[in-house]
């Protein structure tokens, strides 16, 4: 059974921060894009 957890605004506000920044690690993009991917999309419909 899937969990339905949900990452923050602020928590994939701060890991699109360390996508977007050169200097951050492999891991810490790693775990960056791991916490965007449980972001809902944000679409935004006309």
Same mark, same amino acid.
């Given at each position: 059974?899937?969990?339905?957890? /949900?990452?923050?605004?602020?928590?994939?506000?701060a890991?699109?921060? /360390?996508l @977007?920044?050169? @200097?951050?690690?492999?891991? #810490? !993009?790693?775990?960056a894009?791991?916490?965007?991917?449980?972001?809902?999309? #944000?679409?935004? !419909?006309?």
């Amino acid at each position: 059974m899937a969990t339905s957890k /949900v990452t923050s605004k602020s928590a994939a506000t701060a890991a699109s921060k /360390v996508l @977007r920044d050169g @200097r951050t690690g492999a891991a #810490s !993009k790693t775990a960056a894009g791991s916490a965007l991917s449980q972001r809902p999309s #944000s679409s935004k !419909k006309k």
